[in-house]
T-cell receptor, first 114, second 110 residues
């Protein structure tokens, strides 16, 4: 089944404790992206990647890191989480290095930073 | 700056009614999608529609790229249509950023 998976689905952590949220897709998509969703603010793009070793900032990259060492995986790293990073996070992927094609979203990761 | 605006922000319908949701965007786009977010938070692809018209059952969508807007039509609404509807637009502005509208929150009463 074609899908985007994220792990963990739920996470409660404490300020400053490094964490990684994994994202994996099995559709051989070039483009992958991370979003966060906050009440009243909708979904905002954190980082995206056009292909292996190619990443770029979205609208809210501060406090996050990403890497794209393999085509199928695009982990989101929070080196020192803070309470303002409490949010619902979505990973997405689509085919094509350039423009176009629909994005497919993972199920979301609900992160709480105390 | 680049903007995506959705209207109305909130909508309450009686079951069986029709509705039109609108998405305005400020620049030329690479692609545009409509999503439904269900009460469990899952984002469900409705349409990939950078231009033209598509239909899927009771739902249809039209994007007029030259006039920078897209419409989502819901006919004969059902209670299961409740949730938040988002349009997401990918712009080509030296990168490939995606911007979501703030959403339309729909509640369909039985």
């Amino acid at each position: 089944e074609a899908q985007v998976t994220q792990n963990p689905r739920y996470l409660i952590t404490v300020t400053g404790k490094k964490l990684t949220v994994t994202c994996s897709q099995n559709m051989n998509h070039e483009y992958m992206s991370w979003y966060r969703q906050d009440p009243g603010l909708g979904l905002r793009q954190i980082y995206y990647s056009m292909n292996v070793e190619v990443t770029d900032k979205g609208d809210v990259p501060e406090g996050y890191k990403v890497s794209r060492k393999e085509k199928r995986n695009f982990p989101l790293i929070l080196e020192s989480p803070s309470p303002n990073q409490t949010s619902l996070y979505f990973c997405a992927s689509r085919s094509g290095q350039g423009a176009g094609n629909e994005q497919f979203f993972g199920p979301g990761t609900r992160l709480t930073v105390l | 700056g680049i903007q995506v605006e959705q209207s109305p922000p909130d909508l309450i319908l009686q079951e069986g009614a029709n509705s039109t949701l609108r998405c305005n965007f400020s620049d030329s786009v690479n692609n545009l999608q409509w999503f439904h977010q269900n009460p469990w938070g899952q984002l469900i692809n409705l349409f990939y529609i950078p231009s033209g018209t598509k239909q899927n059952g009771r739902l249809s969508a039209t994007t007029v790229a030259t006039e920078r807007y897209s419409l989502l039509y819901i006919s004969s609404s059902q209670t299961t249509d409740s949730g938040v509807y988002f349009c997401a637009v990918e712009f080509n502005t030296g990168g490939f950023k995606t911007i979501f509208g703030a959403g339309t929150r729909l509640f369909v009463k039985a």
